[in-house]
């Protein structure tokens, strides 16, 4: 299937469309099987074992002409807008996405979304929580403290009410390599369940780099001061020389007053900042060259090799020794 075919197939009418498009009601791909109304609740929840029975992701097209009622998932699910406007009503606020924009919904968010009409293309990519975790915050949360931050932002929503909206409308690459990874799903070949595991990480790289630049256009300068990213990449760039009280002068700030701030959009302190970029570049050391123990203890800025093991191991769960053996 190349990405022509892809069209004619996402525009065509499925067998529930056909149906949905003459009574206006929902219908549901397994007879409303897969919702269950649980215990405690009265929003049916969408259950996973009807979807992964192929791979640890799932791509279907969302059925257009038909209202789908107030529901929610045990999985993290991805809208995709490939064609047109969706409107979604995620936990009692009003969502539009435009064409090429993504929205991510963590796990028991209530949403429902109005009927699409004939030009509008909704694609769910759905995945269980441990396979979002592995794919983004494994490949992507060690890389800086920077990417820590966004990875987590991202995984665990913390100021987004459980969705995050993405303005992916002008990535082309994104676009192209999830029309790439639709091809392979809706027409199976060899090695395509593996194909789209693959491409997902890239997928959430690029969304990443989105969510980046959504975040410093939102938390533009206000009064001359900076925005978190601008603070956390300062730190990531100058953590073996930089003090609290230096960065606070360096953006303009109260010491105590970024300290909590810190704290408040991170998860962890100044210090503790510092300490987990320290660990991640004595990774990425161990990992691509042959420095000494000492040498990268010394680069990291601890002056005491057996200090750097003991918070290596408190840090990765393993000596630096074991930790580059284990990287080859």
Do not use: W
Request: net charge neutral.
């Amino acid at each position: 299937m190349n990405h022509k075919q892809l069209d004619q197939y996402l525009r065509k009418y499925d067998p529930i469309e056909e149906i949905q498009i003459k009574t206006r009601k929902n219908i549901n791909d397994f007879d409303g099987h897969e919702l269950l109304v649980e215990s405690g609740s009265s929003i049916p929840r969408m259950q996973e074992e009807y979807f992964f029975n192929k791979g640890p992701i799932f791509i279907s097209k969302h059925h257009r002409f038909a209202d789908m009622p107030l529901h929610m998932h045990s999985f993290i699910e991805i809208n995709y807008v490939y064609s047109g406007v969706c409107k979604q009503n995620i936990n009692g606020k009003q969502v539009v996405l435009k064409q090429g924009q993504v929205c991510m919904l963590d796990v028991d968010v209530p949403h429902s979304i109005p009927s699409l009409g004939e030009h509008d293309i909704l694609i769910n990519i759905i995945m269980k929580k441990e396979t979002f975790t592995g794919s983004f915050l494994g490949r992507l949360g060690n890389t800086g403290i920077v990417s820590n931050f966004l990875a987590n932002a991202v995984s665990e929503n913390q100021r987004h009410d459980h969705y995050i909206l993405f303005h992916s409308e002008g990535n082309e690459n994104l676009q192209y390599i999830i029309k790439n990874m639709m091809c392979e799903f809706f027409d199976e070949q060899d090695y395509s369940v593996e194909m789209v595991q693959s491409y997902l990480p890239v997928v959430l790289t690029e969304l990443m780099r989105v969510y980046q630049l959504d975040k410093n256009f939102e938390l533009t300068r206000v009064s001359g001061k900076a925005n978190i990213i601008e603070i956390l990449h300062y730190i990531e760039q100058n953590y073996n020389h930089c003090s609290l009280t230096s960065l606070a002068e360096k953006f303009n700030f109260n010491s105590n007053y970024l300290g909590n701030m810190l704290k408040e959009r991170t998860g962890k302190t100044f210090l503790e900042l510092v300490q987990m970029q320290r660990m991640i570049r004595a990774s990425i050391l161990l990992k691509n060259t042959t420095k000494s123990m000492d040498d990268i203890s010394f680069e990291i800025g601890y002056e005491s090799s057996s200090f750097f093991h003991r918070k290596f191991k408190q840090h990765f769960g393993c000596t630096p020794t074991q930790f580059r053996k284990k990287g080859k």
